[in-house]
T-cell receptor
Framework: DAKTTQPNSMESNEEEPVHLPCNHSTISGTDYIHWYRQLPSQGPEYVIHGLTSNVNNRMASLAIAEDRKSSTLILHRATLRDAAVYYCIQRPLFGNEKLTFGTGTRLTIIP | GAVVSQHPSRVICKSGTSVKIECRSL??????MFWYRQFPKQSLMLMATSNEGSKATYEQGVEKDKFLINHASLTLSTLTVTSAHPEDSSFYIC????????????FGPGTRLTVT
């Protein structure tokens, strides 16, 4: 299975930007990078995905390294509701749809 | 966004009994649904992939006779934990996608199963 590595935990102050890193050194040319997050006692929710170019949506931004071996999820202004486990997932574009979750990064927001 | 529901949200059952968990896509048709299990402080582990009208595909190490999956319609998949034991106590989560190769999966809120 495709493997990503993330720090186990991170802390950030409320209302400050947060940069969540992810390494995916074995990524293939057709693998997308997906980010999901899981709030306590809930199912995961989609955050963002990308292939090569940086991506922005209402929740976050995704910055992808030029060699695609790493990426960074950026929360521009963290709130207490952003406290969650964030998962970075490699997933092929075609065929198999399943998501393989790693250990993720537990983000704590400090008021 | 699309909504996936699960029922029940919590269930407590006695060892040896069977429990059925439902996963429904409320506002879209789900050709594929996935079942995950999550133990405390751990990540989600995929158990099986369920395709409407066909047999589920189980991940390695998941007993298909113990975890029965039925995907009888495009909006409903069920997971039945048969002869449950305390070690089956876990958080069970389903997800669904609305079309092949969809980039987003929609997750249900999860079902907390406790086997006493």
């Amino acid at each position: 299975d495709a493997k990503t590595t993330q720090p186990n935990s991170m802390e950030s102050n409320e209302e400050e930007p947060v940069h969540l890193p992810c390494n995916h050194s074995t990524i293939s040319g057709t693998d997308y990078i997906h980010w999901y997050r899981q709030l306590p006692s809930q199912g995961p929710e989609y955050v963002i995905h990308g292939l090569t170019s940086n991506v922005n949506n209402r929740m976050a931004s995704l910055a992808i390294a030029e060699d695609r071996k790493s990426s960074t999820l950026i929360l521009h202004r963290a709130t207490l509701r952003d406290a969650a486990v964030y998962y970075c997932i490699q997933r092929p574009l075609f065929g198999n749809e399943k998501l393989t979750f790693g250990t993720g990064t537990r983000l704590t927001i400090i008021p | 966004g699309a909504v996936v529901s699960q029922h029940p949200s919590r269930v407590i059952c006695k060892s040896g009994t069977s429990v059925k968990i439902e996963c429904r896509s409320l506002d879209f048709q789900a050709t594929t649904m996935f079942w995950y299990r999550q133990f405390p402080k751990q990540s989600l582990m995929l158990m099986a992939t369920s395709n409407e009208g066909s047999k589920a595909t189980y991940e390695q190490g998941v007993e298909k006779d113990k975890f029965l999956i039925n995907h009888a319609s495009l909006t409903l998949s069920t997971l039945t934990v048969t002869s449950a034991h305390p070690e089956d106590s876990s958080f069970y989560i389903c997800s669904a996608s609305s079309q092949p190769n969809s980039y987003e999966q929609y997750f249900g809120p999860g079902t907390r199963l406790t086997v006493t």
